[in-house]
């Protein structure tokens, strides 16, 4: 299978970076193990791969500030693959907006059919579609930049979104005023982990709401899902 993206794999665990490796090389990716988050680090500075898959667990650092350092990084995907198999762990991981959270000990073809449908994912934002591409949404008091993952809130201050956030502030985008189930917003990229769905739309909130905690511009439906309260206008 022909696939040129590049994935780091960071794990001081041999035996689960050849695995991982042998496995995705099977369809095509290109991939380099690293056994330490500097090691990544400077990898990544010099030569950013499409997607990253970080263990918790390094030697040299938390694997938590490595997710959190690559999440400023729109253009990156960031997926943990990790023992802890706490909730706090996956919400946290999740929180600092890792794209999806894999719990060892794992299915090596579940990770690399999960590491396909992310890379899908993030290749449908880098080239959105036609009837928005080069063009700006203009919503309440924002205003959200396709092509570049930006968005301009009330107070004229600039914030950039991660992919996931990206995926999910541009669906409501395209359906204004329509109720949107978390399965409609997830697509064909829906995970075990469905309830991501909650965290992600919290950090979208965050930086498009005056009042986070009292929500005007995208709306909970409970039991349902989610809907943008206002128009949207491209230009």
């Given at each position: 299978?022909?696939n040129?993206?590049?994935?780091?794999?960071?794990?001081?665990?041999?035996?689960?970076?050849?695995?991982?490796?042998?496995?995705?090389?099977?369809?095509?990716?290109?991939?380099?193990?690293?056994?330490?988050?500097?090691?990544?680090?400077?990898?990544?500075?010099?030569?950013?791969?499409?997607?990253?898959?970080?263990?918790?667990?390094?030697?040299?650092?938390d694997?938590?500030?490595?997710?959190?350092?690559?999440?400023?990084?729109?253009?990156?995907?960031?997926?943990?693959?990790?023992?802890?198999?706490?909730?706090?762990?996956?919400?946290?991981?999740?929180?600092?907006?890792?794209?999806?959270?894999?719990?060892?000990?794992?299915?090596?073809?579940?990770?690399?059919?999960?590491?396909?449908?992310?890379?899908r994912?993030?290749?449908?934002?880098?080239?959105?579609?036609?009837?928005?591409?080069?063009?700006?949404?203009?919503?309440?008091?924002?205003?959200?930049?396709p092509?570049?993952?930006?968005?301009?809130n009330?107070?004229?201050?600039?914030?950039?979104?991660?992919?996931?956030?990206?995926?999910?502030?541009?669906?409501?985008?395209?359906?204004?005023?329509?109720?949107?189930?978390?399965?409609?917003?997830?697509?064909?990229?829906?995970?075990?982990?469905?309830?991501?769905?909650?965290?992600?739309?919290?950090?979208?909130?965050?930086?498009?709401?005056?009042?986070?905690?009292?929500?005007?511009?995208?709306?909970?439906?409970?039991?349902?899902?989610?809907?943008?309260?206002?128009?949207?206008?491209?230009?």
């Amino acid at each position: 299978m022909k696939n040129n993206k590049s994935i780091y794999v960071i794990d001081d665990e041999r035996d689960i970076c050849e695995l991982v490796a042998q496995e995705l090389t099977l369809f095509g990716y290109q991939v380099q193990t690293f056994s330490t988050g500097a090691q990544a680090g400077y990898a990544i500075k010099n030569k950013p791969p499409a997607l990253c898959i970080i263990d918790l667990g390094l030697p040299d650092m938390d694997g938590m500030d490595l997710v959190r350092q690559l999440c400023d990084k729109n253009n990156v995907g960031v997926m943990i693959l990790s023992g802890r198999n706490s909730v706090p762990d996956r919400i946290l991981g999740l929180e600092l907006g890792a794209d999806d959270y894999i719990v060892k000990p794992f299915i090596p073809r579940e990770l690399v059919a999960r590491v396909n449908s992310l890379l899908r994912r993030l290749e449908k934002l880098e080239q959105p579609p036609q009837t928005t591409s080069q063009r700006q949404a203009h919503f309440g008091n924002c205003v959200y930049d396709p092509a570049t993952l930006s968005l301009t809130n009330g107070d004229d201050a600039t914030v950039e979104l991660s992919s996931a956030e990206s995926e999910l502030l541009l669906a409501l985008l395209k359906a204004p005023k329509t109720i949107l189930s978390r399965d409609q917003l997830l697509g064909e990229n829906a995970s075990p982990f469905d309830r991501s769905i909650d965290v992600r739309m919290s950090r979208v909130r965050k930086k498009i709401e005056t009042d986070p905690k009292n929500p005007k511009l995208i709306k909970t439906i409970y039991g349902v899902g989610y809907m943008l309260t206002t128009d949207v206008s491209w230009s």
